[in-house]
């Protein structure tokens, strides 16, 4: 089976631009997670979404929206982008919280703003 | 809030050596998992261990351990017989256990680990 898929891998943006980011789950998952990872930091939750529905807002302002479609997949939009959005963005898949297994994450998309 | 900390930013070891890397996490739920990921280069995230708060043995994964004291809020991973192919960022995490409510996932900032030849 493939793992968790993220599109585009690389993105090249400017300030106030408005970006998606997309994230295909692990056939048979349901529950997507979206987290930024800063250069040099751990990875910080931005949402969850479970049966298409929003389960968690982590402290990202609300310019950071995100949806999960009927088949599972999910995007992550940003609007009027900052410097300080630049970062990698990591999406995770798992079961869902009632399944209790760990989430896999993909391989990420590198955003870059100039 | 929950945190997650990890004091040694950086830690070398001989190839074939052991070493354990520190976690420490603060939180007042008594019902919660821990896990340490990888990440190398690539930058994919790869699941190394979960421990589960409530099962008093240590999680064993190979050569993966962990050191797990509850009431100390500690959370070490030992690794032995390193390889080279464990160089990479190890990230400490934890996760409230539910059944309805989020699965947000705490990070601590990493330790990098170098293997030396």
């Known amino acids: 089976d493939a793992g968790v898929t993220q599109s585009p891998t690389h993105l090249i943006k400017t300030r106030g631009q408005h970006v998606t980011l997309r994230c295909s789950p692990i056939?048979?998952?349901?529950?997507v997670s979206w987290y930024q990872q800063v250069l040099g930091q751990g990875p910080q939750f931005i949402f969850q979404y479970y049966e298409k529905e929003e389960r968690g807002r982590g402290n990202f302002p609300d310019r950071f929206s995100a949806r999960q479609f009927p088949n599972y997949s999910s995007e992550l939009n940003v609007n009027a982008l900052l410097l300080g959005d630049s970062a990698l963005y990591l999406c995770a898949s798992s079961r869902g919280p009632i399944e209790n297994q760990p989430q896999h994450f993909g391989d990420g998309t590198r955003l870059s703003i100039l | 809030a929950q945190t997650v900390t990890q004091s040694q930013p950086e830690m070398s070891v001989q190839e074939a050596e052991t070493v354990t890397l520190s976690c420490t996490y603060d939180?007042?739920?008594?019902?919660?998992?821990l896990f340490w990921y990888k990440q190398p280069p690539s930058r994919q995230m790869i699941l190394v261990i979960r421990?589960?708060?409530?099962?008093?043995q240590n999680a064993t994964e190979n050569r993966f351990s962990v050191n797990f004291q509850k009431a100390a809020k500690s959370f070490s991973l030992k690794i032995s017989d390193s390889q080279l192919g464990d160089a990479a960022m190890y990230f400490c995490a934890y996760r409230i256990r539910t059944l309805f409510g989020n699965e947000k996932l705490t990070f601590g900032t990493g330790t990098r680990l170098t293997i030396i030849p």
């Open positions: 056939s048979g998952h349901k529950s």
């Open positions: 939180t007042s739920e008594s019902d919660y998992y």
């Open positions: 421990q589960e708060a409530y099962k008093q």
